[in-house]
């Protein structure tokens, strides 16, 4: 493990000048977060997972700071939603579309002289373009390049420790998972008086991370479920704390591992 004190004088990305980006780019992991703007049921606002990206980059970053060099970029707050476009409240890139951007800020990365990107995902819709996004940039740049969603990442913790499959489905849509970190984040911007949420369907009592195993779509799936996974009347401030607790340090020691290797 690296313990050199020596580090970029911000963890974001944005608050370095040129030069000190310039400096610090070959020996330094950066973060592209990646989320949406889409609607996230009658309660929660539009803009859940790029409020969750932003506050787990940032706090990973921070632990892993600890051991290694490592900066955060803004947020992608726009991803790919047209499955949410049924509803009000969707700021949608197409896939193709949302391959190029990500295409052209890791190129760009590459041109300020970074070797270690990890693309760190917050919505389900975006899962297929980033890893592809990582799988190409390592294939046209000579750089390390890693992609996951922080609930892969944190997939076995948040089960284990964080018995997140008792707040409803794990990690689910606008359901009790997400509706207790924004709790824990941002309860102003939760109307908990709206909850639990009409639901008249049995939540299943296995839980798969949604990037393993087959995918299975359906047309026409997010409109019959009302576009939220479960009742969120399980959610709690308290869980919620427990969870990011637990996601956080997840995604941290993630960081670490991929920056040491070689
Ligand atoms: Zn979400």
């Known amino acids: 493990m690296q313990t050199s004190n020596v580090r970029p004088q911000s963890l974001r990305f944005h608050e370095l000048t040129r030069t000190e980006i310039g400096q610090w780019a070959p020996e330094t992991t950066v973060v592209l977060p990646v989320a949406a703007i889409e609607q996230h049921g009658p309660h929660l606002p539009v803009q ?3 409020l969750l990206a932003e506050s787990i980059s940032i706090a990973a970053a921070s632990q892993a700071n600890r051991d290694i060099p490592i900066v955060v970029c803004p947020v992608v707050v726009y991803g790919a939603s047209h499955h949410h476009l049924i509803y009000p409240g969707a700021l949608s890139l197409s896939t193709e579309t949302l391959l190029r951007v990500l295409k052209d800020l890791t190129d760009s990365l590459v041109s300020s002289g970074f070797r270690r990107i990890y693309l760190l995902n917050s919505h389900g819709g975006n899962e297929e373009c980033v890893r592809l996004a990582a799988r190409e940039l390592a294939l046209r740049h000579p750089v390390i390049a ?8 944190a997939w076995e913790t948040i089960l284990r420790e964080g018995a997140a499959a008792s707040l409803g489905i794990v990690p689910g849509h ?3 998972f997400e509706t207790s970190l924004m709790m824990a ?3 102003e911007l939760v109307q908990t008086d709206l909850l639990p949420l009409p639901l ?9 991370d949604p990037a393993a195993g087959p995918l299975i779509q359906r047309h026409g799936s997010w409109a019959a479920i009302d576009g939220y996974s479960d009742n969120a009347g399980q959610a709690s401030t308290e869980h919620g ?6 996601i956080n340090r997840a995604v941290a020691e993630e960081f670490v591992r991929f920056h040491q290797l070689t």
């Open 241 to 246: 704390k427990l969870l990011l607790d637990l």
């Open 174 to 176: 606008a359901g009790g």
């Open 200 to 208: 008249n369907r049995p939540i299943p009592s296995v839980h798969k």
């Open 185 to 187: 984040l941002h309860p």
């Open 48 to 50: 859940v997972d790029s």
């Open 146 to 153: 890693g992609a996951a969603s922080y609930w892969t990442i």
